[in-house]
Nanobody, 122 residues
Framework: QVQFVESGGGLVQPGGSLRLSCAAS????????MGWYRQTPGKQRELVAG???????IYADSVKGRFTISRDTATNTVFLQMNSLKPEDTAVYYC????????????????WGQGTQGTVSS
């Protein structure tokens, strides 16, 4: 069973910052790509940022230059530093981790955290 502990959401004024963290765990599992998605009411969930085990990152165009994703591979923890926040960044942010049973030959599955609310408002 893969489990997540997410933290760091909250309320911040426009131009402010939030730092999200997410620790993934699972006895007997190996972890691969990790990332953050977000969703607002009435919209599809969208990728915000992703990071591989080797540290390669990708970002949505809307957050490039403002958000930074990083990870601690030893603890399977992923972080999202969000700066220069805008009201349109308001969303529920979901952590993801691709994982599979250690030694398995199957393609890793994407597991989802429970989500944390980030609100940008004056």
């Amino acid at each position: 069973q893969v489990q997540f502990v997410e933290s760091g959401g909250g309320l911040v004024q426009p131009g402010g910052s939030l730092r999200l963290s997410c620790a993934a765990s699972g006895s007997g599992y190996s972890f691969y790509d990790m990332g953050w998605y977000r969703q607002t009411p009435g919209k599809q969930r969208e990728l915000v940022a992703g990071i591989t085990n080797g540290g390669t990152t990708i970002y949505a165009d809307s957050v490039k230059g403002r958000f930074t994703i990083s990870r601690d591979t030893a603890t399977n923890t992923v972080f999202l530093q969000m700066n220069s926040l805008k009201p349109e960044d308001t969303a529920v942010y979901y952590c993801t981790a691709d994982a599979r049973r250690t030694g398995s030959v199957y393609t890793p599955l994407k597991y989802w955290g429970q989500g944390t609310q980030g609100t940008v408002s004056s």
